[in-house]
């Protein structure tokens, strides 16, 4: 990076993409330096990666944590809350922010650093899915970089060379622990069974999405929105080895993939070290002999209804895609405590979409009411 640091902040340090982000960057630590990390409730985990990557300020969730963290690191500058994120979303002082959030919390400090001229690197769905046509247009207008983090959606940014060759591309799903499974299985699985992912350590909601396969449809509208391209050009195909994390048709029928074993280091250290690439915490050859088959299947609609809704509520645009995103994780929620079955969360979602009055072209400021209200009308149905 010829010698000057890249200074990147980290929103989400605590969770799994962000823990994983240090580990990278402490094995790439002469390339950056760390201007802020934000974590949740994890205060330990906090500490951890503040002696660990020195970072300038730090922002946790709550005043008391706050003050904690600023009476043990007195050099460093401690915020708190969603106005201490994007307090550090704003700082022009940033070359990239790695917003790995879960949640909609992840909007406001992406548009934030966007119209700060900040590059971003994108690990929450949630930003694209719900505001994807602000985001995108906001971060052309601002002329900024913006990276994918999801091992599917890194995967096709490193397939393209010119978009406008491109014919059509194909997103790899696992298919998840109840990929053999019988519906009648599937839907009164319990909690640990469905978090029992076969790939992939990730967190619960996530983990639960993935078993659905809901998380690959609102991967589908993330990348409508990442690659403008048409919900009838992108393809899901369920690959059970996790290998091929998707791959891109181009017009003459060339179809170019990338590989790797089941790792979030590298797309985390692609997107945080673009446009170059250096060496990692996964950086050895990758062993074909040892991947030995690569499997692909068709989705199965039936037993995946989810994934269905999503290609069709992300066709049908507008507000749509906020109602997908909100009903959906809150019925997760539910599931997680115990309220309803698994296969309870297709239908309270297809609910939520079957009733909801779309808004064409929503404001921010109407996205966040619309959720708002959609995850107060999806909470009635659990209490």
């Known amino acids: 990076m010829d010698g000057v640091k890249k200074k990147i902040s980290i929103l989400g340090a605590t969770g799994s993409i962000g823990t994983q982000a240090a580990e990278v960057l402490s094995k790439v630590n002469k390339n ?10 994890n205060i330990e985990k906090l500490r951890q990666e503040i002696k660990q990557l020195n970072p300038s300020v730090v922002c946790t969730k709550t005043a008391e944590n706050a003050k904690i963290l600023q009476a043990e690191f007195k050099n460093i500058e401690v915020l708190y809350g969603d106005e201490g994120l994007e307090a550090v979303a704003s700082d022009k002082d940033n070359d990239m922010i790695l917003v790995a959030v879960s ?51 890194s995967a096709i940014h490193q397939c393209i060379k010119n978009i406008k060759e491109v014919e059509k591309l194909i997103i790899t799903a696992s298919g998840g622990p109840f990929r053999t499974k019988t519906i009648e299985e599937m839907h009164h699985a319990t909690v640990e069974q469905t978090l029992a992912h076969p790939k ?12 659905t396969l809901m998380n690959k449809g609102l991967e589908v509208i993330e990348a409508h929105h990442l ?52 060496e990692g ?35 049908a645009g507008g507000t749509y895609p906020v109602c997908l995103n909100a009903a959906n994780e809150e019925a997760v929620f539910a599931f997680l405590d115990g309220k309803i079955s698994l296969g309870k969360i297709y239908e309270i979602t297809k609910r939520m979409i079957d009733e909801h009055n779309n808004i064409s072209n929503p404001s921010i400021d109407e996205i966040f009411e619309e959720d708002r209200k959609i995850r107060e009308k999806t909470r009635l149905l659990f209490s």
């Open 32 to 41: 950056f330096e760390i201007k802020a990390l934000c974590g949740g409730d």
């Open 103 to 153: 949640g909609k919390i992840g909007l406001k400090p992406t548009l934030k650093a966007i119209e700060n001229g900040i590059d971003i690197a994108l690990a929450n769905k949630e930003t694209l899915v719900m505001a994807g046509d602000i985001v995108m247009k906001k971060a052309k207008e601002c002329g900024i970089s913006l990276l994918p983090v999801d091992s599917e959606h």
């Open 200 to 211: 992939w350590h990730m967190g619960k909601k996530i983990t639960i999405d993935s078993a």
């Open 227 to 278: 690659f403008n391209m048409p919900y009838e050009k992108i393809e899901v195909v369920v690959h059970p080895q996790s290998i091929v994390h998707s791959a891109v048709e181009y017009k003459d029928g060339s179809v170019i993939a990338q590989l790797g074993f089941p790792s979030m280091h590298i797309p985390i250290q692609y997107a945080l070290c673009y446009p170059e690439r250096v």
């Open 281 to 315: 915490i996964e950086s050895k050859g990758f062993d074909f002999i040892k991947a030995a088959r690569l499997d692909f299947e068709k989705p199965d609609l039936e037993k995946f209804p989810a994934l269905k809704l999503a290609y069709e509520a992300g066709k």
